[in-house]
């Protein structure tokens, strides 16, 4: 079974139908390693055949996300929405608030902390959030 078979498979699941889109938008996700927004989701999915408008794109990644299929990331500092397909796990940003890149961090810096905060609290800690912001150096260089 491949990849996008098993997507059809989580859909089905949650009594969601399986439509040209949700499918163009999973497979479009699956090809970017980090979080993209919506506009640039409706761009690939047009060039991939599917022309829909901004906002049915917006209701189709909103029944995928409320499935877990896909995740949606919200940045604090601003109202921009970013999605991303989710493959389990957690991660970290570095987020440019010039130009909105976003660099995925490799490693958590948090776990050391959690597992010491965990012993010391007695808390069974669930999950923790940490983006980091400013300007890379491409935006520096513009202000
Ligand atoms: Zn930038
Ligand atoms: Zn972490």
Redesign the pocket.
């Known amino acids: 079974m491949n990849e996008i078979d098993e997507y059809k498979d989580i859909l089905r699941e949650h009594g969601l139908r399986v439509t040209s889109k949700r499918l163009g938008i999973v497979s479009l996700l699956k090809g970017f390693d980090y979080p993209v927004d919506a506009k640039l989701i409706c761009e690939g999915l047009c060039d991939a055949g599917i022309c829909i408008n901004l906002s049915t794109v917006y209701r189709a990644l909103e029944s995928l996300v409320e499935v877990g299929v896909v995740r949606r990331i919200n940045f604090s500092d601003d109202a921009k929405v970013f999605y991303e397909l989710n493959r389990g796990g957690h991660r970290h940003f570095l987020h440019?608030m010039?130009?909105d890149?976003l660099i995925s961090l490799d490693v958590c810096p948090l776990s050391d902390f959690q597992l010491a905060l965990a012993k010391e609290t007695k808390y069974r800690v669930v999950s923790h959030n940490l983006d980091i912001y400013g300007?890379?150096p491409?935006?520096q260089v513009r202000k």
């Open positions: 440019c010039g130009c890149e300007y890379c491409k935006c």
